[in-house]
């Protein structure tokens, strides 16, 4: 009878830990990279870079598909913001060009904002089987004298799980999501050209 007593508050004590553990708080560390070649179109000039977060919220989501703070999924924006900066400088630099951290009104700038950034729940249709939506949009704004250009890239992805995505998936699939985003940024011909012109 005493063993039946301690099996079961075992398993309670065990279910709750579950519980807890589902729907605790993640902070996402990323490190988004560009793979994708870039057009090489530069000749040595100055362009500003700036990266800026235009993010409503550093919250993207949450892992339980409510509105439980515990369950938060967070993208902190003085950990993301160095990031971006370091890959449109990078993406600048092998453009053929001399990258200048800030905004310069005189000469060729870009500036390249997280538009947003989301994690919702989706339907898989299938029993026992959820569904992670994520979303991520840049836009790219290059200015050249009286000239300018704004790219706008989104990427999408969804992810089936019986067992929700733990704080290293969640970073791998956000990581994945962004690097797609900077791949399409940078690969648009119009951008490199207006630096250029």
Request: proline letters at 6%; glycine letters at 10%.
């Amino acid at each position: 009878m005493l063993r039946r007593h301690f099996l079961a508050l075992s398993s309670a004590l065990l279910a709750g830990a579950l519980l807890a553990g589902c729907a605790s708080p993640q902070y996402l560390q990323l490190s988004p990279e560009r793979t994708a070649q870039v057009p090489q179109v530069g000749s040595g000039q100055q362009v500003s870079v700036a990266a800026v977060d235009a993010r409503e919220s550093e919250v993207i989501g949450t892992r339980a598909g409510g509105s439980m703070s515990t369950a938060q999924i967070t993208v902190n924006s003085h950990e993301v913001m160095p990031r971006l900066q370091e890959e449109a400088e990078r993406a600048v630099r092998e453009m053929g060009f001399n990258p200048v951290p800030g905004t310069n009104p005189d000469g060729p700038s870009l500036t390249l904002e997280l538009a947003s950034l989301h994690y919702g729940q989706g339907d898989s249709g299938q029993p026992l089987v959820d569904e992670a939506r994520i979303e991520g949009v840049f836009r790219a704004i290059v200015k050249n004298k009286s000239t300018t250009y704004t790219g706008t890239y989104t990427s999408r992805r969804t992810q089936g799980y019986a067992i929700k995505p733990g704080e290293a998936a969640n970073t791998r699939m956000i990581n994945d999501l962004m690097s797609d985003g900077l791949n399409r940024a940078f690969s648009d011909p119009e951008l490199a050209r207006l630096l250029a012109r």
